[in-house]
Structures are given as C-alpha cells and as structure tokens.
C-alpha cells in the first residue's frame, strides 16, 4: 500500500470516529450549547436590572434635586414606572433560571423559555412605542404649565413662529423613528439572536429522536 492511500484510510477512519458519536454524546453538547445560550439571556437580564436601578436612581435623584418642577415632576414619573420594571425583571431572570437548570437540554422547558422571552421582548416593545407619545405629552404640558407660571400673560411655548412649530414636530417625528429602531435593535441584540439559536438547538434535539 502506498503512502498516500494509507493517509487517505487513515484520515477516513479518523472522520468517521468523529462523526460517529452516541445519542448521549451529541445531547451532552446540545445541553453544553444551551447552558451557554441560556447563560447570556440570563446575562442580558442582569444588564437590564442593574441598567434600570442605576436610571431609577438617577430618576429619583433628579426628582429630588432639580432646579426646575417640572423637570422634578417628569423624572419621578419615570422614576415609579422603572422601578415597578425591575420586579418584573428579577422575576424573569428567576424563570429563566430554573428553566435551564437542567444539565442536558429538556425541549419541554426550551419550548418554554423561548415562549416566556418572545412574550416579553413583544410586551417590552409595545410598552415603549405606548411611552413615546405619552412621555412626550407630559414632557409639553409640564412646560407648558412652567412657562405659564412664569409668563401668565403670554403662551409663549405653543404660540411662536413658524419655524418652533417646525423645530418641535421635527424633533417629535426624529425622537419617535430613532425610538422604535433602537428598542428594535436593542431587543434584538439581548434576547432576538438567542432565542433564534434557542429554535435552533430545539431542531436538533428533534432531528435526534
């Protein structure tokens, strides 16, 4: 036998012994692929928790420390709407937590998880574009109610030349389109790509049985 056909035999053989593995070795590295999927959804989790207390604080201490009342009145706002947040978050965090538990993967509590995260990022997302025109509603009316406490005689915020009207819908317009494409992103960039390799995963567990 010659050299090159002994090489070729060789690195066959060698192929197949790694193609070849059992049903317990490829659903040990399934579950080793899903601790480490679920381990940076869990990551992302405690980014947003520590995220949202560090905004609350900073809400609160606005609140408490502003110079103007109507600057005051719109971060405490924000300040009990993030704080009634991070409850929800910790217990995501603790659901995700005992789902992926499990040394292998359970489809089951894939199937799951996938369920809980999709229904939050859809929530999350259809909480924020609902934010958008409310904080801007009350971000107007407050000023509108300080520039009048200051100049009683002249409504000076939502009479002007044409070019503040202009100046103020063109930033309403520019603030709302750059909202809806960062929370798309940023949800994307925390949970989307995750849960796709979640699905992903599951396809493989099922072409397995």
């Given at each position: 036998?010659?050299?090159?056909?002994?090489?070729?035999?060789?690195?066959?053989?060698?192929?197949r012994?790694?193609?070849?593995?059992?049903?317990?070795?490829?659903?040990?590295?399934?579950?080793?692929?899903t601790?480490?999927?679920?381990?940076?959804?869990?990551?992302?989790?405690v980014i947003?928790?520590?995220?949202s207390?560090?905004?609350t604080?900073a809400c609160?201490?606005?609140?408490?420390?502003?110079?103007?009342?109507?600057?005051?009145?719109?971060?405490?706002?924000?300040a009990?709407?993030c704080a009634?947040?991070?409850?929800?978050?910790?217990?995501?965090?603790?659901?995700?937590k005992?789902?992926?538990?499990?040394?292998?993967?359970?489809k089951?509590?894939?199937?799951?998880?996938?369920?809980?995260?999709?229904?939050?990022?859809?929530?999350?997302?259809?909480?924020?574009?609902?934010?958008?025109?409310?904080?801007?509603?009350?971000?107007?009316?407050?000023?509108?109610?300080?520039?009048n406490l200051?100049?009683?005689?002249?409504?000076?915020?939502?009479?002007?030349?044409?070019?503040?009207?202009a100046?103020?819908?063109g930033?309403?317009?520019?603030?709302?389109?750059?909202?809806?494409?960062?929370?798309k992103?940023?949800?994307?960039?925390l949970?989307?790509?995750?849960?796709?390799?979640?699905?992903?995963?599951?396809?493989?567990?099922?072409?397995?049985?």
């Open positions: 036998m010659e050299l090159d056909e002994l090489k070729s035999l060789i690195n066959e053989r060698m192929e012994v790694q193609t070849e593995k059992s049903p317990a070795d490829i659903a040990m590295l399934l579950g080793k692929k601790q480490a999927v679920t381990a940076k959804i869990k990551r992302s989790l947003e928790m520590v995220t207390v560090a905004f604080l609160i201490a606005i609140a408490v420390f502003g110079t103007y009342s109507s600057l005051r009145i719109y971060f405490a706002i924000f009990v709407i009634l947040f991070i409850p929800l978050l910790y217990i995501l965090f603790n659901k995700t005992k789902l992926s538990s499990t040394a292998l993967p359970v089951s509590n894939l199937q799951t998880l996938i369920k809980i995260i999709r229904e939050y990022v859809k929530r999350y997302f259809q909480l924020t574009m609902a934010l958008i025109p409310i904080s801007l509603i009350i971000a107007f009316s407050l000023v509108y109610t300080q520039e200051y100049n009683p005689v002249q409504d000076t915020f939502f009479v002007g030349s044409p070019l503040k009207t100046l103020i819908a930033y309403i317009i520019l603030f709302s389109i750059g909202m809806y494409y960062f929370t992103w940023y949800l994307k960039k949970y989307g790509n995750y849960v796709q390799q979640l699905e992903m995963l599951i396809e493989e567990l099922e072409e397995q049985q």
